[in-house]
């Protein structure tokens, strides 16, 4: 396996940076003070006009849709795009500059794959021109969603129509107003054999009648407006059949084929945000001074800034080991890398943060420093597209198959 970036991918990231250093650093102050001045005038539920500024500029630079699969019209591989999500994920807001935020890149991807014409004229084509933005709706509160066969909520064929009933939570992206769109999963075939069977995919129109964002989930305390993580009921609502994606049925193979991608792109983000809180860390210790002499100089330290950067290369390693499967052998048969790096890229990031927070003593837990949001964040994404205990159970599935065939001689 050869994961020497291109001379192409090597272009990319200098411009990527330079982009960051330019543009997403020096307004990510600004970015918190906007959201924070809205919250003051009674809504923060207003997109901030610093992404809409900076959109144009990276359009124009060529760094836009680099997520977008190159089977599907996209420049670049999984792994040729690691490396650039990486750089995107050192800052929260950073990756919808490029229109390469989650959860649209995730729907996006679902439309071009699954999506019929008419559904990408209206749907996909203006998600790619950055013009509206996406939510899925898959997780229930009133059931362990870690099994998703436990989706309750109904889609039910009504003559030319499906009607939806139910109730969805941690809807990301919903309380975003320029959120058009939902893609929802819900169980449209309950008595079909094959639990797998039983559930379908359709788009639901955000403004369609009968659907009530109920209020927006908090993360450790965190609203993440404008994007937020909703709560939402759906009551009666009526879509066209034609809304349908793919067929009747096949909701679990469309969530397959979303969450692949999904997931390692979040631990590409993972990986950048773990390497800007050891360069934070660092950059503390060195300036900072306790009990004569600098903090850096105490011997603790250096294990643990070893420890983060063996944990940063271990997590990257890993990272590009399954983008390089996914592109040479289909997500499918890349199950496995998926699912560990899924497990692991959290867990590590989760630590250097922590150790991050630590040696900022307490402006590591306030707003003065990007770390005690970058915790939150992080320590949802052990639960998000899969809690770490589902990922490691398919692990050690997948392990104890490769004896399945082989005879085992006791010593």
Not at 165 to 179: E, L
Not at 365 to 380: E, I, K
């Amino acid at each position: 396996m050869d994961f020497a970036y291109t001379e192409k991918v090597q272009k990319l990231q200098a411009q990527v940076s330079a982009f960051m250093d330019q543009h997403i650093h020096p307004n990510e102050a600004r970015f918190f003070a906007e959201i924070e001045d809205n919250r003051r005038k009674g809504n923060a539920w207003v997109p901030a006009r610093v992404i809409e500024e900076l959109k144009p500029l990276a359009r124009e630079q060529g760094l836009w849709n680099l997520w977008r699969p190159k089977d599907h019209g996209g420049a670049l591989t999984n792994l040729e795009y690691a490396p650039l999500c990486e750089i995107m994920g050192g800052v929260g807001f950073a990756p919808e500059v490029f229109n390469c935020s989650a959860p649209d890149t995730g729907n996006m991807e679902v439309l071009l794959r699954y999506g019929a014409p008419e559904q990408q004229k209206q749907w996909l084509t203006p998600l790619l021109a950055g013009e509206i933005r996406s939510a899925f709706l898959m997780t229930e509160p009133a059931v362990a969603s870690s099994d998703a066969t436990n989706i309750e909520c109904r889609i039910e064929r009504q003559g030319n129509e499906f009607v939806i009933n139910g109730r969805k939570w941690w809807s990301s992206g919903a309380g975003d107003p320029r959120c058009k769109i939902y893609i929802l999963m819900g169980k449209s075939d309950p008595a079909n054999p094959d639990k797998h069977k039983q559930q379908s995919m359709i788009l639901v129109p955000a403004d369609a009648p009968g659907v009530k964002v109920v209020r927006a989930l908090s993360v450790f305390g965190y609203d993440d407006a404008p994007h937020g993580h909703m709560d939402v009921e759906l009551k009666d609502v009526r879509v066209p059949a034609s809304n349908l994606l793919l067929g009747e049925g096949r909701g679990f193979e469309i969530a397959q084929g979303r969450l692949g991608p999904g997931r390692i792109h979040h631990c590409m983000r993972i990986v950048g945000q773990a390497e800007r809180a050891l360069e934070l860390m660092c950059k503390r210790l060195k300036s900072r001074v306790a009990f004569g002499k600098p903090v850096a100089e105490q011997s603790i330290w250096h294990e643990r800034i070893a420890e983060a950067r063996i944990g940063i290369d271990t997590a990257r390693l890993l990272t590009l080991k399954a983008a390089y499967m996914m592109d040479t052998v289909g997500n499918k048969a890349a199950r496995a890398e998926i699912a560990m790096i899924k497990v692991l890229a959290p867990n590590v990031a989760q630590q250097i943060i922590d150790w991050a927070i630590q040696a900022h003593g307490g402006g590591g837990v306030c707003q003065d420093f990007p770390l005690a949001w970058m915790y939150a964040w992080n320590r949802t994404l052990r639960l998000a597209d899969g809690p770490d205990e589902v990922h490691r159970n398919q692990i050690g599935k997948l392990e104890l198959r490769k004896y399945d065939h082989r005879r085992v001689t006791a010593g």
